[in-house]
């Protein structure tokens, strides 16, 4: 697109005049300089290697084969912004329905497992370290202090504070009658803030219909913010795009 060439060459020359990258291996110097400044440069390449694999856009991939989907998908996104700015598309509507997802309870215990499983395996790294650096024999048994894993899940699951600073993920069901367990159930609630107005996301939106009840929400700030799913839905959950291919 001839109106697209200028922004894309600025962005191209800009790498060039400003940072001097022109290669793969300039860009991934570059990087390594951000995310672990003061390191040797074998460590920086594979730091940069392994935040490119494992958490940049982890659903496409987590082998270095997957970069390249990796990267037309990024190139979709500039694309997708540059024809906003040149105004050839309109922006996406984030209340609607088909640009969101529900994050259920395995989701959510995905997340506070893989954290504390990573403050485990740190843990354990740091007291065979301690026990070499002393000459004495290494025992895993001896090493492996269990209480680690088990005490972050405890103490998430008993005061509702998850990972990435959410609070009120577990609560206690609430018992009155039966139809206030069906309710407390299928509640959704949204991780916007309630001090802020948001009345677009607070608003009924039109594919809503048939997903969430229009009509059952609390009263005050969380007005809005806290819905219940519909009596007749059910949450698709995620499948692999091969498989589909395969069926098709």
């Not at 672990?36 to 982890?58: P, S």
Request: charged share 30%; proline share 4%; glycine share 6%.
């Amino acid at each position: 697109d001839p109106k697209m060439k200028p922004y894309i060459l600025a962005n191209i020359e800009e790498c060039a005049k400003e940072y001097g990258i022109t290669t793969k291996e300039e860009a991934t110097a570059y990087l390594g300089k951000k995310f672990a400044g003061g390191q040797a440069k074998e460590y920086r390449i594979k730091r940069v290697e392994t935040i490119m694999d494992r958490h940049l856009l982890a659903h496409l991939g987590n082998s270095p084969d997957d970069r390249f989907t990796k990267a037309i998908f990024m190139a979709r996104m500039g694309m997708a912004v540059l024809e906003l700015a040149l105004g050839k598309r309109e922006p996406d509507d984030k209340d609607h329905y088909a640009n969101k997802r529900l994050k259920l309870a395995g989701d959510l215990m995905e997340d506070l497992f893989r954290v504390a499983f990573t403050a485990l395996c740190k843990d354990l790294k740091y007291q065979i370290e301690r026990i070499h650096a002393k000459g004495k024999e290494i025992k895993i048994i001896s090493s492996l202090r269990a209480d680690v894993l088990s005490q972050r899940i405890h103490h998430a699951l008993a005061t509702g504070n998850w990972v990435g600073g959410r609070a009120g993920i577990s609560q206690l069901l609430d018992r009155t009658s039966n139809l206030a367990v069906c309710s407390h159930l299928r509640r959704v609630t949204s991780p916007l803030t309630r001090s802020q107005p948001h009345f677009e996301a607070r608003d009924l939106h039109s594919t809503q219909w048939g997903r969430l009840c229009p009509n059952e929400t609390p009263e005050g700030p969380n007005c809005g913010l806290v819905k219940n799913l519909a009596l007749a839905v059910e949450i698709s959950e995620g499948f692999s795009e091969k498989e589909l291919e395969n069926v098709l």
